[in-house]
Nanobody, 121 residues
Framework: QVQLVESGGGLVQPGGSLRLSCVASGSISNIEAMGWYRQAPGKQRELVAHITSIGTTNYENFVAGRFTISRDNAKMTVYLQMNSLKPEDTAVYYC???????????????WGQGTQVTVSS
């Protein structure tokens, strides 16, 4: 069974930092692009940052310069380092991975269960 499991969320004061992790597990032959999304109460889920299989990164304007996405292919893990956090960053953060499974030619999209990030004084 293929899973993406996020961790690292929590409560932090404005200006603080958090590091989210997302670990992929299961019968995976290759991890293609991965991304972090977030969903605030009453709002649609939105893309935060994206990283390709070769490490090319892309950020939405509202996090550029504050957040950094990275990946460790050996650990099948993607990270989101979040600095200078603002109250408007409060949301559930989700990991999305495009995964190629062993024995199958197709790339499938998987989501993690989400981790809550709350920025408040």
């Amino acid at each position: 069974q293929v899973q993406l499991v996020e961790s690292g969320g929590g409560l932090v004061q404005p200006g603080g930092s958090l590091r989210l992790s997302c670990v992929a597990s299961g019968s995976i032959s290759n991890i293609e692009a991965m991304g972090w999304y977030r969903q605030a109460p009453g709002k649609q889920r939105e893309l935060v940052a994206h990283i390709t299989s070769i490490g090319t990164t892309n950020y939405e304007n509202f996090v550029a310069g504050r957040f950094t996405i990275s990946r460790d292919n050996a650990k099948m893990t993607v990270y989101l380092q979040m600095n200078s956090l603002k109250p408007e960053d409060t949301a559930v953060y989700y990991c999305n991975g495009h995964l190629k499974l062993k024995g199958r030619p197709t790339v499938y999209s998987y989501w993690g269960q989400g981790t809550q990030v709350t920025v408040s004084s």
